[in-house]
């Protein structure tokens, strides 16, 4: 509960699991993702179930739609791909124990998202 007894509201994903500079370079990545520009940017943010065994490393966001995000991502079942996910559906997501995904805060990416994949796709997993 909030202040006098008030149901406190479910907080965004975009507060929750991005922080608003993360957000704001996403959004710069998107716009420069445009088709005929090759880019390579490195990840912006981490997300992980810490019950389970699924990452997701972003690096931008639909212009278009500030619900759709692209990266690498890594269900945990050994194939992990490029691909776009709904920040919507991450928010619903939750591991073996019920936990919802998290931002790694300690996460720095060191190299583009596209030596993230070719490490995944050589592991099977996302490794950082």
Same mark, same amino acid.
């Given at each position: ?6 149901? =406190? ?17 996403? =959004? ?15 990840? +912006? ?55 919802? +995904?998290? =931002? ?20 099977? =997993?996302?490794?950082?």
């Amino acid at each position: 509960m909030g202040a006098a007894g008030q149901p =406190r509201e479910a907080p965004d994903v975009n507060t929750v699991l991005i922080t608003a500079a993360q957000l704001a370079t996403l =959004r710069l990545n998107g716009l420069a993702s445009i088709p005929g520009h090759a880019v390579d940017p490195y990840p +912006v943010v981490k997300l992980f179930t810490p019950d389970g065994a699924a990452t997701w490393l972003l690096t931008e966001i639909d212009p278009a739609d500030d619900d759709i995000a692209f990266g690498l991502c890594d269900l945990g079942m050994g194939c992990p791909e490029l691909g776009y996910v709904s920040l919507a559906e991450l928010r619903a997501v939750r591991g073996r124990l019920g936990l919802a +995904v998290e =931002r790694d805060r300690h996460f720095q990416a060191d190299k583009p998202l596209s030596a993230y994949a070719e490490q995944a796709h050589q592991a099977g =997993r996302i490794v950082t």
